[in-house]
């Protein structure tokens, strides 16, 4: 299985070098760059908006470094991500898309309608209830430990871990 190289939040303005304090609010945003995704992170002061290129940013508040965060999931940017991989063969980015449906449906953002097999690869149907857009999802049939990993790397990109 292939691994992100995707550090966690780094505390740190990218931009200015200031170290971000619990509270703070900041910017996260995510590049792909020679299929490996990189993460910047800024504070809101010195945020300039998304950078040409970005693959996907976001926001949040730098939380207390005394016990686990707790994840607040963004359903649109987990949308948003979900649909920028579409169409990507790659079997990490295929791993990577199946996570998300599955976390976008445990979300109602996206409901199942059904399965369908051809040779022996299974492909989830899915519908937006918002907009009524269908996606397909192959299902990499991932074991027990391989959907852990790909979860937690999930939560580690998006800045939840």
Known sequence: MTEYQI???????FATGRE???GDKFYSVLFDEGGQF?????????WPGP??????????????????PRPKFD???LLDCFCRLEGQGQADRVNFRYVLALL???RKRLKFEEAKVTGEVETLWLRCPRTGT????????????????VQEE???VLGWQ
């Not at 550090?7 to 303005?13: D, V």
């Not at 192959?138 to 074991?143: A, E, G, K, S, Y």
């Open 7 to 13: 550090q966690a939040n780094t505390r740190r303005c």
């Open 20 to 22: 971000l304090q619990p």
């Open 38 to 46: 990189r993460r910047q992170d800024y504070s809101s002061e010195a």
């Open 51 to 68: 950078p040409e290129g970005a693959f996907s940013f976001w926001s949040g508040k730098v939380q207390p470094s005394e016990g686990p």
């Open 75 to 77: 359903d649109d940017l």
């Open 104 to 106: 976008l449906m445990r």
């Open 134 to 149: 269908q996606y397909q999802v192959v299902n990499p049939r991932l074991t027990e430990p391989e959907m852990a990993a």
């Open 154 to 156: 999930v939560f580690k």
